[in-house]
Every structure is written in C-alpha cells, then in structure tokens.
C-alpha cells in the first residue's frame, strides 16, 4: 500500500509521500493532468511546512495573490 497526503487549492493538487519531493499536478473538475511541477527540498518538514512551500509556489507563479491568507 502506498500512502502519501494531499494538498489541494487552485485546481491544483500537491502530492506528498514524506521525502523530499512533492509533486505538482492541474486539476480540472475530477480530470487530473500530468505533472506540471515538482518542488524538491532537503531538510525535514512537518505537514504545515509542506502546505507552506506549496502555498509558495502557488503565490510565486501568480497563480494566488498572497500565500499569508491561506496560511493557519
């Protein structure tokens, strides 16, 4: 069994299985493209920090305003 957790906002979906990379998909609807992108990092993250960096990415490529309003 494989598990990984799943962060979704923008129609786009981050997958994250626990290393050190998480995967960047575009979701339309229940339709899932391929990968767009990938975000790599090499120290040890808890759940809310990988939420953080897709935040990030997600505010780096305009594709929201501002990450700090989605931020808990």
């Not at 923008?10 to 299985?17: G, I, K, Q, Y």
């Not at 759940?47 to 305003?65: M, P, Q, R, Y």
Request: glycine share 6%; charged share 30%.
């Amino acid at each position: 069994m494989k598990m990984y957790k799943v962060f979704e906002l923008a129609d786009h979906r981050f997958t994250w299985a626990g290393g050190c990379l998480i995967n960047i998909y575009y979701v339309k609807g229940d339709y899932v493209n391929n990968r767009v992108d990938i975000i790599e990092f090499y120290e040890t993250y808890d759940d809310g920090e990988v939420a953080s960096l897709c935040l990030d990415w997600l505010e780096k490529n305009e594709i929201i305003t501002e990450a700090v309003a989605y931020k808990f």
